[in-house]
Structure formats: C-alpha cells, structure tokens
C-alpha cells in the first residue's frame, strides 16, 4: 500500500528558508547549509528512492529517473540502500520516494507516469 504524503499539516507548517519547503532540520534551514542536498535544481532540492537493493527498489529508482528526464527537470536521483540513513526517514517498507525530504510513496513501485503525475500535483 503506498503513502502519500505531500507536507506537513498546516499546524505544522512554517515559512522554509530552503528549497527543501521546511524538510531540512531547522539548523539547518537557518543556516542555509543542506545534508539533503544543497541549493534547489528546477525547484527541486532532492529526490532519493530509499531501498534495499532489491529488484524493486532498483526498479523505483528506474522509474524515478525515467520521470525526471520526461519532464525535462536536471535533478539528481539519489538511491540510497543505506539502512541506518533509511531508517532516520521513518520508512517502514521500502521501496520509499522521497523529495524535497518529504517521504511521498513507500512501499510501491510507481511507474514512470505515476512519479511524473506527482510530480506534476507538488508544482515541478
């Protein structure tokens, strides 16, 4: 089953000093310094698929990139298989998408048209 999840609550929300739209750690959105990913490339701080390697995983991370170029957008994809970086998203099946350092799908493998429709419903 996947998980969409396109931001935080309103509540929750505050005016990001980053490209990231508030998903960097408020130290460093205030500093303006990103382990996520740096500055912003077509609005897009960072895309990563979040795996284990496995056939599906690879397959997430295929497809992702396969978006990317569809949609003429020169962001990097980053696949990491990192468990211990994996785990600091809160992701509970893998595959997981992430952008912006906000998990929006886990445990599907999207197809290239899925990704770039969501892409399309987050403003890129």
Known sequence: MALF???KKK?????????CNGGCPAS?????THSC??????????????????ASCHRLYENTK??????????????ITDMA????????SMPALVINENVVAMGKVLKAN??????HKLGF
Do not use: H, R, W
């Open 5 to 7: 999840n396109f931001g």
């Open 11 to 19: 509540a929750e929300q505050k005016t990001p000093a980053c490209a």
């Open 28 to 32: 460093e959105a205030e500093s303006m």
């Open 37 to 54: 990913c740096g500055e912003a490339v077509d609005g897009i701080c960072c895309i990563k698929v979040l795996g284990a390697g496995c």
């Open 66 to 79: 396969t978006a990317v170029k569809n949609m003429g957008l020169s962001a990097e994809v980053e696949y």
């Open 85 to 92: 970086k994996v785990m600091e998203y809160g992701v509970m």
């Open 114 to 119: 899925e990704i770039e429709q969501m892409l």
